[in-house]
């Protein structure tokens, strides 16, 4: 039996159903290897292992009595401290929900644990989901693997640290301007950010109403595939779900072949990094030998496409912290304090005209794609900067340094679009570089299909960091 | 940044009754005037009966285009 901690969560699942190893066994072995790497990486949030070496030994009780509860049977999983459970802290990264324990259970964790999982622990955040790199200055900032003085990528820091890193098979994020997307790059893993308005966000912390989706990062495209399928569908508690297709397995499993990609003629393609600017070409070239057909597109201006996104986010944010800021202001880091109120700069017509635009800014972009599945781009035009130079906290030009490391995200999100990342190569300083592989409105299944065909011809995704 | 920038900011802040530490519009009028700018030069002049649920129309018809493939 190979390391357990080294096996994607297909595998593991399978395995741990086959009696291959237990689930007593992986929970040990996940433990020891966070032991071994949480001082340098600062992944988790709270490790909790007497609870989930119980949780453990239930579930290969059941399975010897031939109950297993559902394609995640006896698998430890461990989410961003922004996903409810009943009965834990939820600290969301942050000195205000210091202590704060949920008396609700997230509707996504509540389905990956009614299909077998059970709960390790749970990961690093930025504060409160409100920056792209991972510093926090009340967690501590949560380390890349892959070189720990460069940055995570965040908000999902310590998802995808810990993914990388081997230390959980998989974990939830949030995307609401990258916060999947940008980890999943920057850490070398795969991150799925469902098409909006497809995956429950009940019982999660808000961000951005209009614009949070739930979704995982894992090592392969197929296993959040796998989470996909338990955690997409409607859900009475978030009505804005009312409409979300169950997961299509059938849909997930047509051929490639014949698909069509476009590639933008800018704006996502300028200004890259050598190693970015392979990477997209050797996955274009990836593509084509699968029988995809390429194409180039030319997208609609995406820099009002992103100014719209961040008027929307800008404002909810500051809505939804708005008593805090009033009553307790210098309890928020210097960066997320300061960007929460940058959203009082825009008035509610702003606000709403940003809102009513974004019907037309779909058809625009659905306009532009034309017959294509997918649209395939960079999530960064660089890999993981250094925390040192990404640490500007409460500085003048922060906000001009986070909108560059987010360039390529916003637009994703207000329009709405299932985006998935794949390790795609290495680039400056051995870095893994991310592609994002984004979709059309509840077409996820169609990137998860374009994924898993290309994780199926490349290696990428199956490289780990070895610890310092 | 303008002063009528920073004005602006302050009083939207006090609209929302979040009290700003002595220079914070100015900053924060600084951070936004990209965004801002962009934004109104694009001079949006939408259909009257457009809301913001208009998205989800968009969305759900675009979602039925794979069927049957």
């Known amino acids: 039996m190979s390391d357990p ?51 453990a030994k239930a579930a290969d009780r059941a399975l010897a009595a031939g109950k297993a509860k559902g394609p ?157 399928s338990i955690i997409a569908g409607p859900d009475p508690l978030d009505p804005t779900t009312a409409t979300a297709p169950t997961w299509d397995a059938k849909a997930m499993k047509q051929p490639v072949k014949g698909r069509t990609i476009g590639i933008p003629k800018a704006f996502y393609v300028d200004d890259l990094e050598p190693g970015v600017a392979k990477a997209l070409d050797d996955a274009i070239a990836v593509f084509k030998k699968l029988g995809v057909k390429v194409v180039q597109v030319d997208l609609p201006d995406q820099v009002m496409v992103a100014a719209a996104a961040l008027i929307v986010l800008a404002v909810e944010a500051s809505a939804c912290h708005a008593p805090w800021l009033r009553s307790r202001p210098q309890d928020y880091g210097a960066q997320v304090g300061n960007r929460l109120q940058n959203g009082l700069a825009y008035s509610a017509v702003e606000y709403l005209e940003a809102l009513r635009w974004r019907a037309h800014a779909l058809e625009a972009h659905l306009a532009a794609i034309g017959k294509c599945d997918a649209v395939l781009a960079p999530v960064s035009r660089a890999v993981a900067p250094t925390q040192a130079e990404t640490d500007v906290g409460g500085a003048t030009n922060a906000e001009a340094i986070i909108q560059g490391i987010t360039r390529f995200m916003r637009p994703i999100n207000y329009l709405g679009l299932p985006a998935l ?40 995704h199956t490289k780990v960091p070895q610890r310092a | 940044m303008s002063d009528a920038a920073a004005e602006r900011v302050a009083a939207l802040a006090a609209a929302a009754r979040v009290p700003l530490a002595e220079g914070a519009a100015a900053r924060i009028a600084g951070a936004t005037a990209p965004t801002i700018a962009r934004y109104a030069a694009e001079n949006i002049a939408l259909p009257l009966e457009t809301e913001p649920a208009s998205f989800l129309v968009v969305q759900l018809r675009d979602s039925a285009r794979d069927a049957g493939r």
């Open chain 1, 421 to 460: 990342v794949v390790p795609a190569g290495f680039g400056a300083r051995d870095l893994p570089i991310g592609l994002q592989i984004i979709g059309r409105p509840f077409n996820d299944e169609t990137i998860a299909a374009l994924g898993i065909a290309f994780q199926g011809v490349t290696d990428h």
């Open chain 1, 5 to 55: 901690t080294l096996m994607n969560l297909k595998d593991l699942a399978a395995a741990i159903k086959r009696r291959k190893v237990s689930s007593l066994e992986v929970t040990k072995a996940l433990i020891a290897r966070i032991d071994e790497w949480q001082p340098s990486i600062n992944a988790f949030a709270r490790v909790e292992p007497d609870d989930a070496l119980k949780s």
């Open chain 1, 72 to 228: 995640l049977h006896g698998v430890p999983l461990a989410h961003k401290d922004m996903y409810y459970s009943k009965g834990k802290l939820a600290e969301c990264g942050s000195k205000i929900r210091k202590g704060w324990i949920a008396s609700t259970t997230a509707t996504a964790v509540e389905r990956l644990e009614a299909a077998g999982s059970f709960r390790l622990g749970a990961v690093n955040m930025v504060e409160f989901a409100y920056g792209p790199t991972g510093h926090n200055v009340h967690t501590g900032n949560v380390c890349n693997p892959w070189s720990i003085d460069c940055v995570t990528g965040g908000s999902s820091s310590g998802s995808g640290s810990a993914v990388a890193a081997r230390l959980v098979p998989a974990a939830l994020g949030s995307d609401t301007g990258g916060s999947i997307r940008l980890p999943a790059h920057f850490c070398g893993v795969s991150g799925f950010k469902p098409s909006n308005n497809r995956v429950s966000r009940a019982n999660c912390m808000p961000l951005s109403f209009t614009l949070d989706t739930v979704g995982p990062l894992a090592q392969t495209a197929e296993d959040c595939a796998l989470i996909m």
